[in-house]
């Protein structure tokens, strides 16, 4: 059965880092590029990273610098390691695999940053 399992979240103080993870279910991970949404109260879901099958990324111009996509093909995961958090990272954290025949979603992780 096809699935992503995110952990990592959490809460955090504004400065601190967090790394996420997702494992996915093998036929997806090997067929498909890995990213990572969030959605903000309020907000619409938005891109954060995304990485290739063969480890290309892009990110989103207000994550550049902070954030960083990475996979392990050994262990079906992806991560996101983000730095100096901010209050306005304060999110559900999504992983998606964007596959040819359709988008697969975790089932979200809070990242709440805060004092």
């Known amino acids: 059965q096809a699935r992503l399992v995110e952990s990592g979240g959490g809460l955090v103080q504004p400065g601190g880092s967090l790394r996420l993870s997702c494992a996915a279910s093998d036929n997806i991970f090997r067929t498909c590029a890995m990213a990572w949404y969030r959605q903000a109260p309020g907000k619409q879901r938005e891109l954060v990273a995304i990485?290739?099958?063969?480890?290309?990324?892009h990110y989103a111009d207000s994550q550049k610098g902070r954030f960083t996509i990475s996979r392990d093909n050994a262990k079906n995961s992806v991560y996101l390691q983000m730095t100096n958090l901010a209050p306005e990272d304060t999110a559900v954290y999504y992983c998606n695999a964007p596959c040819s025949w359709r988008d697969y979603w975790g089932q979200g992780t809070q990242v709440t940053v805060s004092l």
């Open positions: 990485v290739s099958r063969a480890g290309s990324t």
